[in-house]
């Protein structure tokens, strides 16, 4: 934490020594424009190379599932799936698609009151309910429950 802090300090003070001579060079408006561009680029970048957990992530092992798939596969899936299908509903207009997800969480049976370790240990993800997609427990199972 402490280097991100440093980080963020040390941008901050660079950003207080240029803006003054870009302002010079390149207006006010200019400068809007480079930091909108600037955005614009922040903006793809982070939604070629983060995956989302804001929609059906709800416990760590999900998170770890999430973040287990390399991030090639993460780019992969934006580009040749996520952006025809958003072509296809949003620009087209075609309704009735469905975007196949990437993520597959089990979700099933309908005892949800049973704790993650409890699930880790009878080894089955579908003895608790979390959402509509699909994915197994068995991922994170890379511990001995016999032992």
Same mark, same amino acid.
Request: glycine share 8%; with cysteine; aromatic share 10%.
């Given at each position: ?27 006010? @408006?200019?400068? =809007?424009?480079?930091?909108?561009? =600037? ?5 793809? =970048?982070?939604? =070629?190379?983060?995956?989302? @957990?804001?929609?059906?992530?709800? *416990? ?12 090639? +596969? ?25 975007? +196949? ?14 704790? *993650? ?12 309910? @979390?959402?509509?997609?699909?994915? +197994? ?7 001995? @429950?016999?032992?």
């Amino acid at each position: 934490m402490a280097w991100a802090s440093a980080v963020s300090w040390m941008g901050a003070g660079i950003l207080d020594l240029c803006v003054p001579a870009l302002i010079r060079e390149l207006g006010q @408006t200019g400068l =809007l424009c480079l930091f909108a561009g =600037l955005d614009a680029v922040a903006l793809c =970048l982070v939604w =070629l190379f983060v995956p989302g @957990t804001e929609r059906q992530v709800a *416990t760590m092992e999900e998170m770890s599932y999430v973040f287990g798939v390399a991030t090639r +596969e993460h780019m992969r899936y934006q580009v040749k799936e996520v952006v025809p299908w958003c072509i296809d509903h949003y620009i087209r207009r075609r309704q009735g698609l469905e975007l +196949e997800p990437l993520y597959r969480y089990a979700r099933a049976g309908e005892d949800s009151n049973k704790t *993650t370790d409890e699930i880790i240990q009878n080894g089955s993800a579908n003895e608790r309910q @979390t959402g509509p997609a699909e994915f +197994e427990m068995s991922d994170f199972n890379s511990h001995d @429950t016999a032992a």
